[in-house]
Structure formats: structure tokens, C-alpha cells
């Protein structure tokens, strides 16, 4: 499930003192990264594409609270 793998990401991200991550994007974890954007979970986020293959990643910037 691509969603709970995308919190857990967000979530050992900031455990870990990180401030970027990389999860798989899709119009779910859009539609949810737009949410936790607006209410200040996290600091951006951008789709990424790569040419090689089909799967499109999304970077995330992690708010550090």
C-alpha cells in the first residue's frame, strides 16, 4: 500500500533528523501531500520523473518541529 508506505517514509524521515525523503507518487499521495503541506507536516514536495523508467518518485521536504 502505497500510502502507509509514504507516512512511514515522512515518519522515519523526522525521526531520523532527515529533511528529504522519496516516496512513490501517485494521485492518492498527491492529493494527501498537498494536505499535510497546507497544514505544516511537511515543507514541499515535487514529482519527480525519470526517463528510464515508468515509476514517478515524489521528494519531500521535512518539517523539523
Known amino acids: 500500500d502505497s500510502l502507509s508506505d509514504m507516512l512511514t517514509r515522512i515518519r522515519n524521515a ?17 492529493n494527501v501531500l498537498k494536505v499535510l503541506k497546507n497544514e505544516g507536516y511537511i515543507r514541499d514536495y515535487k514529482r519527480i520523473d525519470i526517463r528510464r523508467t515508468l515509476i514517478r518518485f515524489t521528494s519531500l521536504t ?3 518541529i
Open 14 to 30: 523526522h525521526k531520523a533528523n532527515k529533511s528529504v525523503t522519496h516516496c512513490l507518487s501517485s494521485n492518492l499521495n498527491n
Open 62 to 64: 521535512v518539517s523539523q
